[in-house]
């Protein structure tokens, strides 16, 4: 999707080493969704942020919601070889107009062992 | 409970035929959802499901329909398949209300239209 800008496009880490990816919107984002999906496999929910300033954590995932509401960032401590994956933020920009989802292009990482 | 479930897993098309994707959920949700998936372009949303008896056009409608006839079920359609739709689609469902965009991805559907 054109209105939400993923980066990097894709990630190797070495086990064990910190990372974060970022989704952006040229537009305010009245709700940012995280998910997941594994290669070859569906999308998982991993956290939902809808203030401005919000932050989440769950097991050693952190996102976090900027004041602006315009950009928010994912960030894994200490990456496993079981978060390799696809990570894609989801958001809402039409403001509750039909409960639509726009998605990022998404971020393939790679944890090497 | 199965959660959401897509049928066929793979198939492979001609151009100009036609076919129909099935997504079932069990968990009595009211809205359910298709999107396609393309290399570098994330999720696109097809068409969207707000209830039984209910559709509407999402991103990226033009080639496809779908139909609502009961509330487990969302079909998706294509009635002269081009090259171009050749893509992993995923079906998805979710509550209605606040928590509505917690959405739950059924496992997808290789398409490959030749």
């Known amino acids: 999707s054109q209105e939400l800008e993923q980066s990097p496009q894709s990630l190797i880490v070495q086990e064990g080493k910190n990372l974060t990816i970022n989704c952006t919107s040229s537009?305010?984002?009245?709700?940012l969704y995280w998910y997941k999906q594994k290669y070859g496999e569906g999308l998982i929910f991993l956290m939902m942020?809808?203030?401005?300033?919000e932050e989440k954590s769950h097991e050693k995932i952190t996102a976090k919601l900027d004041e602006k509401k315009q950009q928010s960032s994912l960030h894994i401590t200490a990456s496993q070889p079981s978060h390799a994956g696809i990570y894609l933020c989801?958001?809402?920009?039409?403001?509750?107009?039909?409960?639509?989802?726009?998605f990022g292009g998404g971020t393939r990482l790679m944890v090497k062992p | 409970n199965a959660g959401v479930t897509q049928t066929p897993k793979f198939r492979v098309l001609k151009t100009g035929q036609s076919m129909t994707l099935l997504c079932a959920q069990d968990?009595?949700?009211?809205?359910m959802y298709w999107y396609r998936q393309d290399p570098g372009m994330g999720l696109r949303l097809i068409h969207y499901?707000?209830?039984?008896?209910?559709?509407a056009k999402g991103e990226v409608p033009d080639g496809y329909n779908v139909s609502r006839l009961k509330k487990q079920n969302f079909l998706l359609g294509l009635e002269s398949a081009a090259p171009s739709q050749t893509s992993v689609y995923f079906c998805?469902?979710?509550?209605?209300?606040?928590?509505?965009?917690?959405?739950?991805f059924g496992p997808g559907t290789r398409l490959t239209v030749t």
């Open positions: 998805a469902s979710s509550r209605a209300g606040v928590s509505s965009y917690e959405q739950y």
């Open positions: 537009k305010t984002l009245y709700g």
């Open positions: 942020l809808q203030k401005g300033g």
């Open positions: 989801g958001a809402d920009i039409w403001g509750n107009a039909g409960n639509m989802l726009t």
């Open positions: 968990m009595n949700h009211e809205y």
């Open positions: 499901s707000v209830g039984e008896g209910t559709t």
